[in-house]
């Protein structure tokens, strides 16, 4: 189904997110049970530098309903350069919307992208819920592990196209777990296995901003020629602290995310 405002965009983002990262669900009702209104903090979205599919042209519709470019951010290690989005509507979550810069790849990897992307309709894009249209190409086991080989974020926009690659719960929200620390002991009793690579907590007040994430949720994945079970989505939680003008910090710390884009490559 085909959706033309923002609230019903979310909405379908979050479903569709939750259908392929069910632990988020369950993460979710842990904190509503404990009393908690859960407020997102931002959601990520990826893409390729394709002229075609380029951040900004997976902004449009956020830029619509009235969102703001408001920073950038380059991953040297990752080849990725990254732009956030805010709302004046301050419960609505932030957009961060990664691309992956092919330039920086081999031409065995451009040519497969290229590909791909040929097969989507021309204009196809251009429409308002694109960014939650999911895998608008069809793809082989042997393109996966092809693209894995020179950058895992290639293969798993491949894999799973344009959805939501996670959702962040925003710890400052919550009243009973206002520690981070606090928040991963919590999860970490309730059975959630969290991504430890650069430490469980990634970033410090020094910083503005402190996030852990689960560990991506392993899927099984229909592709052209067979089923691969591959790591799909992760569900993130973040603190923001105050600048010294005294509003949160809103944006985001290039460092930090290097290590948190680690949660989809090594899967559970
Ligand atoms: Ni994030």
């Not at 908690?36 to 990520?44: G, K, M, R, S, T």
């Not at 419960?91 to 990664?98: A, D, G, N, R, V």
């Not at 929200?173 to 981070?180: E, G, P, Q, S, Y």
């Amino acid at each position: 189904m085909t959706v033309k405002t923002l609230p019903a965009l979310l909405d379908k983002m979050w479903k569709d997110y939750v259908e392929i990262n069910p632990l988020a669900q369950k993460i979710y009702d842990l904190f509503t049970k404990e009393g908690e209104l859960v407020l997102n903090d931002h959601i990520a979205l990826r893409t390729f530098n394709h002229p075609r599919l380029t951040i900004d042209v997976m902004a449009r519709p956020f830029l619509e309903a009235g969102y703001k470019f408001c920073g950038d951010y380059q991953f040297v290690e990752k080849k990725l350069y990254a732009k956030h989005f805010e709302h004046s509507d301050s419960k609505l979550p932030t957009i961060f919307i990664s691309e992956l810069k092919l330039e920086e790849l081999s031409p065995a990897v451009n040519q497969i992208v290229n590909r791909l992307v040929d097969e989507i309709p021309k204009g196809k894009e251009l429409e308002f819920d694109f960014v939650s249209a999911g895998r608008p190409w069809s793809v082989s086991t042997q393109d996966y592990n092809e693209l894995m080989k020179e950058s895992d974020y290639a293969a798993w926009v491949a894999a799973f196209g344009y959805r939501p690659n996670h959702f962040t719960v925003l710890i400052n929200a919550l009243k009973k777990f206002t520690d981070i620390t606090e928040l991963n002991t919590f999860l970490k009793n309730n059975g959630v296995k969290l991504n430890a690579s650069g430490g469980e907590v990634k970033g410090s007040k020094e910083v503005y901003l402190e996030q852990s994430s689960t560990l991506a949720n392993t899927i099984e994945v229909t592709f052209k020629d067979g089923k691969l079970s591959i790591p799909a989505c992760y569900y993130e939680f973040a603190k923001r602290y105050p600048l010294k003008d005294g509003n949160l910090y809103k944006g985001f710390v290039a460092s930090s995310a290097d290590k948190i884009f680690e949660s989809t490559k090594h899967g559970q």
